[in-house]
């Protein structure tokens, strides 16, 4: 279904467009005309088949950007899908003039009270700092028309009920309540009769990887080793359309650099770009003019792309279905494709998790050595003569030839022109790529990756009462932790005074 079919305000179709996307994704299809009709949904999708616009987009149709004030509420499980949620919605509600704010833990709290003073309609946030803020004042959910809980699942595993519950006291009972969740507990459905009006269910089927036509292999490098061993493999393999994806913008960010370093054709997308920056780059590589996209999930999501021939994983997705979506952008219209994978010791389980989403097995790649991938050069740069020759006038440079060849012997000038058409040989290119932090040990259940409910890893945790048996970070309560701090200095100087 296309999303002009769907009921949406022209700015907000302005906005799908100028992104790429055209057509509305299940999840999208089926639950956008209920929100717009002023449902109860219960949405069961999971990460990756765009959710974010399937309740945001309604959502931003709904608002009154006239109206100073809160008129929606979003909450997260986590700061990073809070991030990536507001800047979603902000990019979608452009046009529209809406203004979106996220509030969350391990952020200067400051700095956001200073920007919610410029009346939001849209709040974005993770339960225990948008409950900090209710209880500072910060925040007024009283004229809140809609309630969306985003990840219903993770909430519940992260011990989050009751700091949803004090939050979903503070919003009218007259209102709109969307619920998203990946699987369908007994939990979910008893939150959706305490806290919604008679909810209409929509299920989508997890994605299946049913292709035979991508080969799909993975690397095991440790992250310092990751980008020398790629472009061996890049050297070798010679794709001839490759999408590369990083799992940060900074790492978007230098891996393009990096690429661009060592003669690759290569540039990057992320959500940090203008949209003209990123259309430009999308167009030079949807006219084969650019030969290596470097994109985040996010910025690559909904394009549709053909004669892409290879993906390459620097960072293995935390989300198996991320992965899915991944290498789906290859091995398309009967062609074949091939997706490489990256896999740091320590993630090993995830891809036995991917493995079983897919029901297909990755096949180990031995990375090559610098003398295949000096080979993979050469052959890359002869090829690359063959077609400057065949599009040069030879007839033209005639004179220029007889001289060269008077002064220089043949093989001397034919290996000046290889040498200066191949590849920079790796080593002599020195690329740094910031080291990522590796993706938190979780239990698997339910054939996607699961949540320990004792211990959250370090980038679930949130600013909360709710946090029941974690130490508080730094980062995250500063008070609490100053004040723990000080009484084990104390302690420490009595020690060492006795």
């Known amino acids: 279904m296309k999303f002009t079919e769907l009921g949406l305000s022209d700015n907000l179709l302005k906005a799908i467009k100028r992104s790429g996307f055209e057509e509305a994704t299940p999840i999208q299809a089926e639950t956008i005309p209920l929100v717009l009709e002023g449902d109860d949904v219960i949405g069961q999708a999971q990460t990756g088949t765009g959710k974010t616009a399937a309740f945001g987009l309604p959502l931003l149709n709904h608002i009154d950007v006239k ?7 979003v909450i997260s499980p986590t700061r990073e899908l809070a991030i990536q949620t507001q800047e979603e919605l902000f990019r979608l509600g452009r046009d529209e003039h809406a203004k979106v704010q996220a509030v969350y833990g391990g952020a200067d709290i400051r700095r956001q009270i200073n920007m919610l003073k410029r009346a939001p309609q849209i709040i974005v946030g993770t339960p225990g700092r948008l409950l900090d803020h209710i209880r500072r004042r910060t925040v007024d959910l009283s004229k809140v028309k809609t309630l969306v809980l985003d990840e219903a699942d993770e909430m519940l595993d992260m011990g989050f009920v009751d700091d949803i519950e004090s939050i979903i006291a503070k919003i009218p009972t007259e209102r709109q309540t969307l619920l ?6 007994a939990a979910i459905l008893k939150i959706g009769e305490k806290f919604m009006t008679k909810p209409k269910i929509v299920k989508i089927k997890a994605k299946e990887l049913t292709t035979d036509l991508v080969d799909q292999f993975y690397v095991r490098a440790r992250d310092f080793e990751k980008f020398d061993t790629m472009t061996r493999i890049l050297d070798v393999q010679a794709p001839e359309l490759t999408i590369l994806f990083g799992r940060t913008k900074r790492r978007v960010d230098e891996l393009s650099k990096g690429l661009e370093a060592r003669g690759y054709n290569a540039k990057g997308i992320h959500g940090d770009l203008s949209q003209q920056r990123r259309m430009s780059i999308l167009k ?5 003019k650019l030969d290596i996209l470097v994109a985040t999930d996010v910025a690559a999501r909904g394009l549709d792309i053909s004669g892409v021939t290879h993906v390459y994983n620097y960072d293995i997705p935390q989300d198996p279905e991320s992965y899915v979506h991944r290498i789906g952008r290859t091995g398309r219209a009967g062609h074949h494709g091939v997706s490489v994978t990256f896999v740091t010791p320590n993630e090993m389980d995830y891809l036995r998790v991917i493995e079983r989403l897919t029901k297909k097995r ?3 790649l031995k990375p090559p050595t610098e003398e295949e991938a000096f080979i993979g050069q050469i052959s890359s740069a002869v090829e690359g003569i063959d077609d400057l020759v065949k599009k040069t006038n ?31 040989n790796a080593s002599e290119v020195p690329v740094k790529i910031t080291p990522e932090r590796p993706l938190p040990n979780r239990r698997k259940k339910s054939g996607h990756y699961g949540h320990n409910n004792k211990r959250r890893s370090w980038h679930d945790r949130d600013n909360g009462k709710n946090s029941k048996g974690y130490k508080p970070r730094k980062d995250q309560n500063r008070e609490k932790y100053s004040r723990d701090h000080k009484k084990k200095r104390k302690f420490t100087i009595r020690v060492k005074k006795d």
Do not use: C, H, R, W
């Not at 060849?405 to 191949?422: F, P, R, S, V």
């Open 180 to 185: 998203f969740s990946a699987t369908m507990p």
């Open 362 to 364: 990755m096949t180990p």
């Open 394 to 424: 030879t007839a033209k440079f005639e004179k220029q030839v007889t001289q060269l060849l008077e002064k220089y012997d043949a093989t001397d000038l034919i290996a000046a022109l290889i040498n200066e058409m191949a590849k920079d």
């Open 67 to 73: 109206k100073n004030e809160i008129q929606a509420v």
């Open 284 to 288: 030079q590589f949807k006219a084969g």
